[in-house]
């Protein structure tokens, strides 16, 4: 696969045996998500088991079932490609869990896949009040995957087949629902299709002529392309954590805004766990910097599998990074509890990947859900079709943030009774800072702590004042300021980057350099690769220069301590 294509996520949604198995084990059969040496294997296996053909469902089962026992099946197997995207299953149907995983799958998806069943007693089971078609949908909207395509699935075995009275009929139902939930129907392709067939998949059907929209594939590209959010700080929601042989623990999940470089030191919320990540992943391809949207690997140092969760958000450590959530006042809409909610009520509420109980502190007010107008104060409690800001405590820590801020990380759906009762938004969020938080120590060394600001700061200013008077310094006198060799080969490089000999560089430093330029300042993290070069600095003979090099050393180490002193 090129670079030159987008990534997008897709999450198949519909009730149980509607097809999306054999829907999505077509599309990645197809267009070339899975191995050819994995293929052949299984219609080997197949043609032993005396299956009457191939079926899609069949290897999308296999595969699932080998992920599931461990064997090394990536996660990067459950891809396919078209025209204008690079699309990922970001979580397979049919899974055990699979209301709880769709609803953090879809957390992270751009676009839904509604897969219906077309067949006679299979649709009006699943549009039912207690089929999923209705929920799924509600979820996928709540959770903020605006983009929808429809699937009328199994045209194959409707009565008549391929009958468009029966797709009519089905069209204007789902779209009157969907209406409701928030989608504009006019805005979602619905494609007859046949998933095990192949009707309109790839290519056009001639069984369906009277259809004249685009394929499922065709509809696929026409999605939107979703704007990122690079430019925030970063939130990446933990999917799952890996322990990998020979490398070490493995995070996964999706960056929902900011980036992710190898060298970042991020900080894991709500516990405030704070290390370095050393590589960063994407289909077994390595990463300078994962984007939103990316579902990536990263691999962290000093941190054991037991150290970190599902639902667990990673973030920069120096641009405000996640923390564990007090409480949290949402905008809520009661839309499915067969009775009153009042203080005190504590079902489960999945927000981005995470799936924790929380107590409906209290009910601070009732609103009109159209409007927003207040209409009660401390209503005592909340029914179907009421809405009203409510205090939320989480019953274990965990992370959320404002819709307003991070979109992603502040909507949620609220379940009880095996079903979603109400779905909202975050509007804000008491945080309380981790204590005695663990940072690994190439993250403290990466981070630098209060004494080695502190050190950094009297460096410089010992240096400043130095320079100011001396013609002549030796740099190996940084050694009786410190006795850390990086803060001592900063401090030479802070020196020795801006000192030249009649213009001559001192060796070990890089030829572009000339009198009075300092690039090396805004770059203190890096070492010296060698001890030869440190001795090297060491003999250089620095000459008298500006006093700016002191201000420089104040704005590298961001030290409030160096400022007063200069």
Same mark, same amino acid.
């Given at each position: 696969?090129?670079?030159?294509?987008?990534?997008?996520?897709?999450?198949?949604?519909?009730?149980?045996?509607?097809?999306?198995?054999?829907?999505?084990?077509?599309?990645?059969?197809?267009?070339?998500?899975?191995?050819?040496?994995?293929?052949?294997?299984?219609?080997?296996?197949?043609?032993?088991?005396?299956?009457?053909?191939?079926?899609?469902?069949?290897?999308?089962?296999?595969?699932?079932?080998?992920?599931?026992?461990?064997?090394?099946?990536?996660?990067?197997?459950?891809?396919?490609?078209? =025209?204008?995207?690079?699309?990922?299953?970001?979580?397979?149907?049919?899974?055990?869990?699979?209301?709880?995983?769709?609803?953090?799958?879809?957390?992270?998806?751009?676009?839904?896949?509604?897969?219906?069943?077309?067949?006679?007693?299979?649709?009006?089971?699943?549009?039912?009040?207690?089929?999923?078609?209705?929920?799924?949908?509600?979820?996928?909207?709540?959770?903020?995957?605006?983009?929808?395509?429809?699937?009328?699935?199994?045209?194959?075995?409707?009565?008549?087949?391929?009958?468009?009275?029966?797709?009519?009929?089905?069209?204007?139902?789902?779209?009157?629902?969907?209406?409701?939930?928030?989608?504009?129907?006019?805005?979602?392709?619905?494609?007859?299709?046949?998933?095990?067939?192949?009707?309109?998949?790839?290519?056009?059907?001639?069984?369906?002529?009277?259809?004249?929209?685009?394929?499922?594939?065709?509809a696929l590209d026409q999605i939107n392309e979703p704007k990122r959010p690079s430019d925030?700080?970063?939130?990446?929601?933990?999917?799952?954590?890996?322990?990998?042989?020979?490398?070490?623990?493995?995070?996964?999940?999706?960056?929902?805004?900011?980036?992710?470089?190898?060298?970042?030191?991020?900080?894991?919320?709500?516990?405030?766990? =704070?290390?370095?990540?050393?590589?960063?992943?994407?289909?077994?391809?390595?990463?300078?910097?994962?984007?939103?949207?990316?579902?990536?690997?990263?691999?962290?140092?000093?941190?054991?599998?037991?150290?970190?969760?599902?639902?667990?958000?990673?973030?920069?450590?120096?641009?405000?990074?996640?923390?564990?959530?007090?409480?949290?006042?949402?905008?809520?809409?009661?839309?499915?509890?067969?009775?009153?909610?009042?203080?005190?009520?504590?079902?489960?509420?999945?927000?981005?990947?995470?799936?924790?109980?929380?107590?409906?502190?209290?009910?601070?007010?009732?609103?009109?859900?159209?409007?927003?107008?207040?209409?009660?104060?401390?209503?005592?409690?909340?029914?179907?079709?009421?809405?009203?800001?409510?205090?939320?405590?989480?019953?274990?820590?965990?992370?959320?943030?404002?819709?307003?801020?991070?979109?992603?990380?502040?909507?949620?759906?609220?379940?009880?009774?095996?079903?979603?009762?109400?779905?909202?938004?975050?509007?804000?969020?008491?945080?309380?800072?981790?204590?005695?938080?663990?940072?690994?120590?190439?993250?403290?060394?990466?981070?630098?702590?209060?004494?080695?600001?502190?050190?950094?700061?009297?460096?410089?200013?010992?240096?400043?004042?130095?320079?100011?008077?001396?013609?002549?310094?030796?740099?190996?006198?940084?050694?009786?300021?410190?006795?850390?060799?990086?803060?001592?080969?900063?401090?030479?490089?802070?020196?020795?980057?801006?000192?030249?000999?009649?213009?001559?560089?001192?060796?070990?430093?890089?030829?572009?350099? =000339?009198?009075?330029?300092?690039?090396?300042?805004?770059?203190?993290?890096?070492?010296?690769?060698?001890?030869?070069?440190?001795?090297?600095?060491?003999?250089?003979?620095?000459?008298?220069?500006?006093?700016?090099?002191?201000?420089?050393?104040?704005?590298?180490?961001?030290?409030?301590?160096?400022?007063?002193?200069?």
């Amino acid at each position: 696969m090129g670079k030159e294509k987008v990534h997008i996520n897709i999450v198949v949604i519909g009730h149980v045996d509607s097809g999306k198995s054999t829907t999505t084990g077509h599309l990645i059969y197809k267009l070339g998500g899975i191995d050819k040496r994995v293929i052949e294997r299984f219609e080997k296996e197949a043609a032993e088991m005396n299956k009457r053909s191939f079926k899609y469902a069949w290897v999308l089962d296999k595969l699932k079932a080998e992920r599931e026992r461990g064997i090394t099946i990536d996660i990067a197997l459950w891809k396919f490609e078209t =025209t204008k995207y690079y699309c990922t299953v970001i979580d397979a149907p049919g899974h055990r869990d699979f209301i709880k995983n769709m609803i953090t799958g879809t957390s992270q998806a751009d676009c839904a896949v509604l897969i219906i069943d077309s067949t006679t007693g299979g649709f009006e089971a699943g549009i039912s009040k207690d089929g999923q078609t209705r929920e799924h949908a509600l979820l996928a909207f709540t959770l903020g995957v605006k983009q929808m395509i429809c699937c009328c699935n199994k045209m194959d075995a409707t009565t008549p087949k391929y009958s468009k009275a029966r797709y009519d009929e089905i069209v204007k139902e789902v779209s009157s629902y969907l209406k409701k939930v928030g989608y504009n129907p006019e805005k979602i392709p619905f494609v007859p299709i046949s998933g095990f067939e192949g009707d309109n998949m790839i290519e056009r059907s001639t069984n369906l002529d009277w259809y004249k929209g685009p394929t499922l594939l065709d509809a696929l590209d026409q999605i939107n392309e979703p704007k990122r959010p690079s430019d925030k700080p970063l939130r990446l929601p933990l999917q799952d954590v890996y322990k990998i042989g020979g490398i070490g623990t493995v995070p996964v999940g999706r960056v929902e805004t900011g980036t992710l470089k190898p060298g970042m030191v991020v900080t894991f919320g709500p516990t405030g766990l =704070t290390t370095e990540v050393k590589s960063v992943e994407m289909h077994h391809e390595a990463l300078q910097e994962a984007l939103p949207g990316d579902n990536v690997g990263f691999n962290v140092k000093n941190v054991a599998v037991k150290d970190l969760k599902r639902g667990f958000v990673a973030s920069n450590s120096k641009d405000d990074p996640a923390k564990e959530a007090a409480s949290f006042t949402s905008q809520v809409i009661i839309m499915n509890h067969p009775g009153q909610i009042g203080n005190g009520y504590a079902p489960v509420l999945d927000c981005h990947t995470s799936h924790i109980a929380v107590k409906f502190a209290e009910l601070l007010t009732k609103i009109d859900r159209r409007s927003g107008k207040e209409l009660e104060k401390e209503p005592k409690f909340l029914k179907n079709g009421d809405a009203g800001f409510v205090k939320m405590i989480p019953t274990k820590p965990m992370v959320v943030e404002t819709f307003s801020g991070y979109p992603p990380l502040g909507r949620f759906a609220v379940r009880d009774m095996r079903q979603t009762v109400a779905v909202g938004v975050i509007k804000s969020v008491d945080k309380k800072d981790a204590s005695g938080a663990k940072v690994t120590k190439s993250a403290a060394k990466k981070s630098g702590n209060f004494v080695d600001q502190f050190l950094y700061a009297v460096v410089c200013v010992w240096f400043g004042l130095r320079l100011a008077k001396l013609s002549e310094f030796d740099c190996e006198q940084i050694s009786k300021v410190t006795r850390d060799p990086s803060n001592r080969n900063a401090a030479c490089k802070i020196i020795g980057a801006g000192i030249l000999d009649q213009n001559k560089l001192c060796k070990g430093f890089e030829p572009s350099l =000339t009198n009075y330029q300092l690039p090396f300042v805004l770059n203190f993290d890096q070492e010296l690769s060698s001890p030869k070069q440190d001795i090297a600095i060491s003999n250089c003979r620095l000459h008298r220069i500006n006093a700016k090099v002191t201000d420089t050393c104040a704005v590298m180490l961001n030290s409030v301590w160096a400022l007063p002193l200069l």
